[in-house]
DNA sequence: TAGGTTTCGGACTGTTCAGTAAATAACCGT
DNA sequence: ACGGTTATTTACTGAACAGTCCGAAACCTA
């Protein structure tokens, strides 16, 4: 009986992650992200709450994204962990996928880890910026990690490797590639880092 | 004849460093930089031409630093090259180190690579801050890559290997620890990525 | 079509911001 | 000790900020 919202939660949300993502947290006011979803500075805080809570949810639907596409993206069949692994490592060097309504950012910058730039501009006085960063990187870390297993499971990695370990060293890597690749190299440059690490992944000794 | 400032410059410089990290740039208002150091507004306009001057100061100050310490830390005698780099690993993902007059900042998100903390919070509509941090990273990969190839020279590291190639991905390692490290894993886990990617590293077949 | 309910959007408020300007203080050569 | 020069401090300005509020509009039920 009463007047629906007229705007997609959803898409609002990913205009505000663009903007923040653009301009940093400090450095979008709540005028930029109004214009950046065409929703008034009422409507914004009726349904967010203002600029801390469309924060807060941009980050969750973040989250909720990765935690699908990870796990999904590393999953399969044995044979093809090793694959999988790979594929992955060279597609998360070169940025996270965005939302897919929404057109893609140009440069790898714009498309480094959300939570990642979040946390590291304001994370250490926002407790729950810092936590919902941290579920991000898990979520990877712990689908990399099973994948390792897998791939160990049919004979493609050295079954002496501790899987956990892999994962972390994996995880960095990529998050590296957001700050290194983002400033001054290019996206060959990246391809290569991400070939290295694979390279350099402990294989069974044949023996 | 006229009067001498009463403010060492590189002090002002490092508390002005220490404010940005814990706040951002954004973050951070003229006033806090002016409590941080003790100068009132005038002085700081004065010396520094405001805050994206200061901002700019810090980081060439932090960029000469860097410079210094990353060629020296890697720089020896063949024979110990690749100890160095171990060591160098080891001690680059647990921050780097700040200015020695100043007290250590406790944890480790504060101690991250303040270059690549500011390009990523601002350096995508600041050309000087992302130049600023690229040659912070450049500075630390040449030195890392010399140091590779002594460690080939000496037999250490396989000769077929890309001095250039390890390099940006230890880099990318060391930067990725600046945000994996920071939020949510202990210092041991640092050093278990540390050590894992050093073990990975790849040595010469011995035929 | 009328009433009740919720959303919408812009105007408003008090605060904080970066940057300026002017008055004051400190220094040094003479 | 004095005058010229520079540093320092403080008060000020206009703009931008986050957040609130209220009139108007849109919708559903009846």
Same mark, same amino acid.
């Given at each position: ?34 214009? /950046?979803?065409?929703?008034?500075? +009422?409507?914004?805080?009726? @349904?967010?709450?203002?600029? $801390?809570?469309? *924060? %807060?949810? &941009? ?10 596409? /990870?796990?999904?993206?590393?999953? +399969?069949?044995?044979?093809? @962990?090793?694959?999988?692994? $790979?594929?992955? *490592? %060279?597609? &998360? ?16 910058? +714009?498309?480094?880890?959300? @939570? ?92």
């Amino acid at each position: 009986m009463a007047r629906p919202r007229s705007f997609d939660r959803d898409h609002v949300l990913h205009a505000a992650e663009r903007q923040f993502r653009a301009s940093g947290y400090n450095g979008t006011s709540v005028d930029d992200i109004s214009a /950046a979803t065409g929703l008034g500075r +009422g409507s914004l805080y009726g @349904a967010f709450d203002g600029k $801390h809570g469309v *924060l %807060l949810e &941009a980050m969750s639907g973040y989250f909720a994204r990765l935690g699908q596409f /990870a796990p999904k993206a590393l999953a +399969g069949p044995d044979e093809s @962990a090793l694959e999988r692994l $790979h594929a992955y *490592l %060279l597609r &998360a060097v070169h940025g996270v996928p965005l939302a897919p309504d929404l057109p893609p950012v140009p440069d790898r910058a +714009g498309a480094a880890c959300f @939570a990642a730039k979040m946390a590291l501009e304001i994370g250490a006085s926002d407790p729950e910026v810092k936590r919902l960063a941290s579920e991000c990187f898990s979520v990877v870390r712990v689908a990399v990690a099973e994948c390792v297993r897998v791939a160990q499971r049919n004979g493609d990695i050295d079954p002496d490797a501790d899987p956990d370990d892999l994962a972390y060293l994996l995880l960095t890597i990529i998050r590296g590639s957001d700050v290194v690749g983002a400033y001054g190299h290019s996206p060959d440059r990246l391809t290569s880092i991400a070939e290295s690490a694979f390279a350099l992944l402990p294989r069974p000794r044949h023996t």
